[in-house]
């Protein structure tokens, strides 16, 4: 996969993570047409306090804030989780998925988010939705769909049930059309 590093502005984040990464959170922008690379950019110009470690999209995935430090990507005054926090999770955002999640970008996030649960030893269990963690409606197209949020849970199987790079192929065509 390719992975472009735009550095996020230090002031949108946290300093260095003091435990182990036992989360991943997976959010949307709420973006029509914005792209990974464009939301790195974002990042790194504005003082927004606010971050995600990555940002993907059907073309590739931007790391924006260094894994070694906290995004600010799920902090609440209430949460609904008890223990996934921004200190022990790391945040990928999802672009272009204002109101559905294309498959390019869905599949190019399964892979993704494999490779951090495969690095970190996440379990599938430990792969949640902002709004598992704090109830806000993100990404909203699987939290009012939730079989869409099963889909993509199940994307995250080993690797006999993971898309072939054939198979994204062809969903990227699909979804280009």
């Not at 951090?116 to 598992?132: A, T």
Request: aromatic letters at 10%; a negative charge.
């Amino acid at each position: 996969m390719t992975l472009e590093t735009i550095p996020c502005r230090p002031e949108n984040y946290g300093g260095p993570r003091t435990g182990p990464v036992s989360y991943l959170v997976v959010h949307y922008t709420a973006g029509n047409g914005d792209t990974a690379r464009a939301n790195g950019l974002y990042f790194a110009r504005s003082a927004v306090a606010a971050s995600a470690h990555y940002f993907v999209d059907g073309g590739g995935a931007v790391a924006s804030v260094p894994e070694t430090h906290v995004a600010w990507h799920c902090g609440a005054d209430r949460y609904r989780h008890p223990e996934c926090r921004n200190g022990n999770s790391i945040g990928v955002e999802m672009c272009d998925s204002a109101g559905a999640v294309p498959a390019a970008t869905k599949a190019r996030t399964a892979a993704f988010v494999r490779e951090l649960m495969e690095r970190y030893g996440v379990p599938r269990e430990n792969v949640l939705r902002h709004y598992d963690v704090t109830g806000k409606r993100c990404p909203a197209p699987w939290v009012d769909k939730p079989g869409e949020w099963t889909e993509f849970k199940d994307m995250l199987e080993d690797d006999d049930d993971m898309l072939t790079q054939e198979q994204f192929n062809m969903m990227l065509e699909v979804a280009l059309k």
